[in-house]
């Protein structure tokens, strides 16, 4: 296969081998939407107790794989985005596995991983889409890439951090506490509805950034037909 394959065409978003990638991914995050209103907006527990997270993370990182594995020739790819989502699938189960345990230390950190690794798949992908930005000259793609980052750090990793460090500091600060009790704040919807709300719009906005870049490509797709 030769590198001129993997090439964009001129005025084109993708080459076409990243088209399945783009929409995948799409797929992933349209899922992670849907199943993720009863948990984030209503609290409702359901949905880490049949594993249900795992189905948009396993298309995430097929998209993830396929972009990696499409761009090899021409490095084009980000080799991050692959590792945010190998990270995410490999701890995607332990939130289920967390919740059937009744409260374990490890399986909690483990649990803060995943939620980690999908706040490090977001950054990636709109890394991702903001080169292709660059590549096609598309402003509009650019700087929705640049907001995604920044809503991600501001809404979600910002305000989760804090949470956090705030358990910490009344852990530090009080006596006769345990330090499971740090890990016992999230609660997989427990916490403030602001927060939750928080959460869904940075993962919104990462669905409305794939789903422009979709709109993009089959509008320019269809131009040339």
């Known amino acids: 296969m030769s590198i001129t394959e993997h090439m964009p065409e001129e005025g084109a978003l993708f080459p076409a081998s990243d088209t399945m990638p783009l929409w995948l991914m ?29 189905l948009p993370v396993f298309f995430a990182f097929m998209a993830a ?12 790819g980000r080799p991050g985005l692959l590792l945010a989502g190998f990270a995410l699938l490999t701890l995607s189960p332990f939130p289920t596995w967390n919740m059937h345990s009744g409260g374990n230390l490890y399986l909690e950190l483990c649990s803060i991983a995943a939620l980690a690794a999908a706040f490090w798949l977001q950054i990636e992908l709109s890394l991702r889409l903001q080169e292709a930005a660059a590549r096609c000259q598309d402003p509009v793609l650019a700087l929705m890439a640049k907001k995604t980052r920044f809503l991600v750090l501001c809404l979600e990793i910002i305000p989760v951090s804090a949470v956090y460090a705030s358990a910490l500091i009344a852990y530090l600060s009080m006596a006769n506490r345990g330090l499971d009790e740090i890990f016992m704040v999230w609660k997989y919807g427990r916490i403030s509805l602001t927060l939750r709300v928080c959460i869904f719009w940075g993962l919104l906005n990462s ?15 269809g131009s040339k037909a």
């Open 65 to 76: 794989l396929l972009w990696e594995l499409r761009n090899t020739e021409d490095k084009a």
């Open 26 to 54: 799409t797929v992933a995050l349209l899922l992670a939407a849907w199943l993720g209103v009863p948990i984030i907006l209503r609290s409702k527990l359901r949905f880490f107790y049949s594993y249900w997270q795992c």
């Open 207 to 221: 669905l409305s950034l794939c789903l422009y870049a979709c709109y993009k490509t089959w509008r320019e797709s």
